[in-house]
């Protein structure tokens, strides 16, 4: 009888929003209000992007909670060109308005606020597999090979909870500690040096091209045990599996060559494997976990190979980003550029304040494990959640003067790396492969400034960084 009462008054509540809408509408009231009927229903051909199949549940599930009607503050578009390159007026927005927002052009929740983000990737209420639900839903649309690189992905320890990512994340982070990248560091100065040493004398570089990409995927390769030779074929292996695995902006052939570049690379590491074992190394990360698969029988071949992929392709395309998003950073403000130039000993700080203020790993797509209701917003097991990293570290409940870079920030709150179980296992080497970098890059390299006026960001939602950067020497003053 209450059940069949509060339905009634809901009912009633729902015509008055749409009532409520139209006069809005009429009234040209709040041009960015729009009713959220436009969602694309489910079984239409509307693109949810990468990991789909939560997007359409949650696409239903709002629908059958009657929210088609419902009216949301804003309309927030991450792959409109002038979001991408600057998404933190809309965040601030997001944050201050509509802290849990149902986003069509994603298909999911966007969360915004520090706490939320924080509690979103510590609790247990949310699920890092989203895989595997993307993998059905392809297997079911007679997607078979796509179906098939959903289920690659799976094995990633990322799109893994526990106890299985437990046991992964374990198996994996030996080869990280503090103890094993120390002992890196000498490596990788020699590295940076090398690289700066092929740039005297240009005029002319892309930071990103030449220096930030290939510094952290040398040493990558190293930990793993895989030849520098191949770098190059892996930058473009790299930037297709970025484009699916990142949330890109809809382009038609993503899942195809994304999948293509998965595939490839599996064949590669399936031929490294054999190679290895065959020859019986010790050294690199690769050893571990084959000496990890064949004594203990901790982790399946597949396993074995989808996590090499995950540390080639973790362990670069965000260092890169950490560098030429910095750069950038301090480019575009000369005087911090010269208070770190005049003293090195700020590099730490400083490093931190860049992952902060543009974070690399920008977002990570979770998907709830459980109803429940956050901020008045009725959240639906399955359905999928963007919790943006780099919106909670410009909050201003959390960061004074969120907005302003400073390399003198007391450093210690941002969540770049993560936050609970997932905190990223590459944390101390991007740290170490940062500091390293800045150092000499500020000591080396000639004054140098943007040879173009726009900055050429990509547009994945999940990887904050920039395709090129190119620079130029400045002209020294007459
Ligand atoms: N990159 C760096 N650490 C984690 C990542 C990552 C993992 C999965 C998808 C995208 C980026």
């Known amino acids: 009888m209450a059940k ?12 008055q929003q749409q009532r409520q809408a139209i006069v809005l509408a009429l009234r040209g009231d709040q041009g960015l209000l729009e009713p959220v009927g436009t969602s694309p229903m489910p079984g239409s051909k509307a693109d949810f992007g990468p990991l789909a199949v939560p997007a359409v549940r949650a696409t239903m599930s709002a629908v059958h909670r009657n929210q088609r009607y419902r009216y949301r503050a804003m309309d927030y578009d991450p792959y409109r060109p002038e979001i991408i390159a ?30 939320d ?5 510590h609790g247990q209420r949310f699920s890092a597999d989203r895989a595997t639900p993307f993998a059905d839903h392809m297997a079911a649309k007679d997607e078979p090979e796509i179906a098939r690189v959903g289920r690659m992905l799976g094995r990633w320890v990322v799109f893994n909870d526990p106890p299985r990512h437990t046991v992964l994340r374990r198996l994996l982070f030996e080869a990280f500690s503090p103890k094993m990248i120390d002992g890196l560091r000498g490596q990788i100065a020699e590295t ?73 690379l599996t064949e590669y590491f399936e ?10 190394s010790e050294a690199a990360l690769v050893d571990r976990l084959i000496a990890a698969r064949d004594t203990d029988d901790a982790l399946n071949e597949d396993e074995l190979v989808a996590n090499c992929i995950l540390i080639l ?39 931190e304040e860049m992952l902060r203020f543009e974070t690399p790993a920008h977002s990570v797509v ?37 907005e ?6 007391k450093p210690g709150r941002h969540i770049a790396f993560g936050y609970g179980p997932h905190f990223c296992i590459g944390a101390h080497l991007a740290r170490v492969e940062g500091r390293v970098a800045f150092e000499a890059l500020l000591r080396r390299l000639p004054e140098m400034s943007f040879a173009e006026e726009t900055l050429d960001w990509i547009d994945t939602l999940v990887l904050r960084g920039l395709r090129s950067l190119p620079l130029v020497r400045t002209p020294l003053a007459a």
């Not at 933190?88 to 994603?106: C, G, I, M």
């Not at 302003?404 to 920030?409: A, G, L, P, S, Y």
């Open 4 to 15: 069949a009462f509060i339905d009634i008054l809901k009912a009633v509540e729902v015509e």
């Open 366 to 402: 979770r998907i709830a494990a459980e109803d429940q209701t956050l901020h008045g917003k009725d959240i639906r097991r399955g359905d999928r959640v963007f919790v943006m990293i780099g919106a909670a570290n410009h909050d201003p409940a959390m960061f004074e003067q969120p």
């Open 313 to 351: 392709f973790a362990g670069h395309e965000t260092t890169t980003n950490l560098i030429a998003n910095g750069m950038a950073l301090l480019l575009q403000r000369p005087g911090q550029m010269a208070a770190l130039r005049a003293e090195p000993a700020l590099t730490a700080k400083a490093i």
């Open 271 to 280: 031929g490294v494997v054999a190679e290895r074992r065959r020859q019986g």
């Open 117 to 121: 983000v924080k509690e979103a990737l």
């Open 86 to 115: 600057d998404p933190y007026p809309a965040y601030r927005q997001l944050r201050a308005e509509d802290p849990v927002h149902w986003s069509d052009k994603l298909g999911g929740w966007v969360l915004t606020r520090y706490d």
């Open 192 to 264: 940076v040096d090398a690289l700066l040493d092929d740039l005297t004398g240009r005029d002319r570089i892309d930071l990103v091209g030449d220096f930030a990409f290939p510094l952290p995927a040398i040493v990558i390769a190293h930990v793993l045990g895989v030849p520098e030779r191949d770098l190059d074929q892996f930058r473009a292996w790299s930037s297709d599996l970025a484009t699916l695995v990142g949330n890109a902006r809809a382009t038609p052939d993503r899942y195809r060559r994304g999948g293509r570049a998965l595939l490839a």
């Open 404 to 409: 302003h870079f400073d390399i003198m920030r």
